[in-house]
């Protein structure tokens, strides 16, 4: 007996290990890239080229220089502009997305359950093969070059409607807006003053989401704005590949990556619990 | 009574007016561009030289083009192929580090660290991640560097002049990007299982692997299609990482051209008829897919 529960125990220190040295493996997986883009976007172009060094250079404040002095890549601008269709894009997708979720969570009319099944079916399917009517639509209304296009179809998100409606099936009794109607409250006011503060924790992450997605993307802008001036962080990533590569200050190109890729790493160090949390609640349904 | 009545009513009126943003956007910026991509399938049109080709209507001659001369199926296969070399491992890894994690006699210590680090490769912008990749992998990049100071080669290896180095490529970075995704969303379907099955099994003397094989597998199963079908939905987009990788050629020799990057080259070169046929084919495709997908989410429901 307690042979077989020393076996059993031995079992279970190897089985622990051998978990431990996959975690690590992956682990150094995920981030030896990142790694090696931080060192990288702090040396200098000739000591890139002459081969890989695990420590860092002294060439960070000078590369960073380097790209912002840069004319063809005005990426300062595309920093600004990245972060206003960003941050406009996720006000507005968490705010009626939570508006839409509400009238399909509180109201009882008669197409209700047509149109939450509606929005469920259409959640999965993708901007990319509606783009060639999209892109013509917006060549007819003159918006090439605008945000509008960017920014105004998050109105409609099915997905965050999705979310929102789960999140509210989970804290958002009738009786709370059957108490503000007692009170006299109008439903636009109930809704902004008494539910979306309930609905905080869930909009929280959607807005962290729906930030990063319109940071990142780059498939729709790309179509949409052709203005030098316009263009966002993943437009001119594209064109500094396209470019001649071989000319370029190696320094620079990672530090451009990096100036893309970290504002998004910055808020997912604070904010991971919850965001890593926001996934597990929103694809299952418990 | 029919003072309550009117005032149900009244209420009801706020239901409609709270549903007219989503669907006044919908129309306009999904569902006209929709019927405008289909209604432009139909049509040869596109620029020759300087030369505009149509608009004529063709009937289906837009969809026969695209499998006669377009080697639309070389690039189905791309995209296939490319997915399946990133969602193998990632569902293999996925399943089992979920396992892992929810195992309470393994008690892993750091589990939250952990899925911190793996979660966040998904988050990064896809087109830097793609670049970085591009960079380090170059021929005289830093991967190749440490690869010879480890005497492992002799000569940079040209992960991009090769067809398995590139998809393999783009297969690594999806799979990095979604294996902490899909490893949360297993979690969450292993911890929804009926506890009371795993005891019943542990005092029946069950070991990890045979609980894992015919208890948490058959309980999974819902949330294994789930997974799959949206993974499918996510790789037939795939265009972000091979366009910024490959600079939008889909080299060596276009196999690693995906659908939407040579959906993306017609709409750049404005030929809006062959444009309209593939559009029209991948959204009845990822449709069929989406309605799985809800059928999925009602069972549960009910």
């Known amino acids: 007996m307690i042979n077989k529960n020393d076996n059993g125990l031995l079992g279970l220190y190897i089985r622990r290990a051998f978990s431990y040295f996959v975690l690590i493996f992956l682990m150094i997986l995920c981030l030896l890239p990142f790694y090696i883009l931080i060192i990288n976007s702090t040396r200098a172009h000739p000591d890139i080229q002459k081969g890989f060094s695990f420590l860092p250079g002294s060439y960070f404040v000078r590369n960073f220089k380097a790209l912002l002095a840069d004319k063809n890549l005005p990426v300062v601008k595309g920093t600004i502009n990245s972060f206003i269709i960003a941050g406009l894009t996720a006000l507005l997708t968490t705010y009626f997305s939570s508006i839409t979720a509400y009238s399909v969570h509180v109201y009882d009319f008669k197409f209700k359950k047509v149109i939450y099944s509606f929005i469920l079916m259409i959640m999965m399917v993708p901007t990319q093969v509606t783009s060639l009517g999209f892109i013509k639509l917006i060549r007819d209304m003159k918006m090439l070059n605008s945000y509008i296009p960017l920014i105004v179809p998050s109105i409609a998100a099915p997905i965050v409607v999705f979310f929102i409606k789960q999140y509210m099936d989970a804290v958002l009794p009738l009786e709370i807006v059957e108490a503000a109607r007692i009170d006299g409250s109008h439903e636009f006011k109930t809704f902004n003053k008494i539910v979306l503060p309930i609905l905080k924790p869930a909009i929280a992450v959607q807005i962290i989401f729906a930030f990063t997605n319109s940071w990142n993307n780059y498939f729709i802008p790309a179509l949409v704005l052709t203005d030098k001036d316009k263009k966002t962080l993943p437009i001119l990533i594209a064109q500094l590949r396209s470019a001649d590569f071989l000319k370029f200050d190696m320094g620079k190109v990672y530090m451009m990556i990096a100036l893309s890729i970290f504002p998004i790493v910055i808020v997912y160090m604070f904010l991971s619990r919850q965001i890593v949390g926001g996934v597990a609640m929103g694809s299952v349904k418990g | ?302």
């Open chain 2, 1 to 302: 009574m029919s003072k309550k009545k009117s005032s149900c009513v009244r209420y009801t009126k706020w239901g409609y007016i709270f549903l007219i943003p989503f669907f006044l956007v919908y129309t306009i910026f999904s569902l006209i561009p929709l019927i405008s991509t289909i209604y432009n399938s139909f049509f040869e049109n596109y620029m020759s030289g300087l030369n505009q080709i149509g608009p004529t209507f063709v009937g289906f001659d837009n969809y026969i083009k695209l499998f006669k001369e377009a080697n639309i199926l070389k690039y189905t296969w791309n995209t296939i192929i490319i997915w399946l070399l990133g969602f193998i491992p990632q569902i293999v890894v996925s399943l089992t580090l979920a396992a892992w994690f929810v195992d309470l006699r393994l008690k892993l210590k750091a589990k939250g660290f952990f899925k911190t680090v793996i979660y966040m490769p998904g988050l990064i912008m896809a087109a830097a991640f793609s670049m970085l990749f591009f960079s380090i992998f170059s021929d005289a990049g830093p991967v190749n560097d440490i690869l010879m100071d480890l005497n492992i080669i002799d000569q940079p290896f040209r992960f991009l002049a090769n067809v398995g180095g590139t998809r393999g490529l783009i297969a690594l970075m999806n799979f990095l990007m979604w294996f902490g995704n899909t490893t949360i969303i297993l979690m969450a379907g292993i911890l929804g299982i009926d506890t009371s099955l795993f005891e019943a099994a542990e005092v029946d003397g069950a070991r990890a692997f045979q609980i894992f094989r015919f208890i948490t597998i058959p309980q999974l199963k819902p949330i294994l299609v789930y997974v799959l079908i949206t993974s499918l939905i996510g790789g037939l987009q795939m265009f972000d990482v091979p366009q910024i990788l490959t600079n939008g050629r889909g080299l060596p020799n276009n196999t690693s051209m995906t659908l939407i990057m040579y959906l993306n080259k017609h709409l750049f070169s404005k030929n809006y008829g062959l444009g309209g046929a593939l559009s029209v084919m991948l959204f009845t495709l990822t449709l069929a897919l989406s309605l799985l997908v809800y059928r999925i989410f009602v069972k549960k429901e009910n």
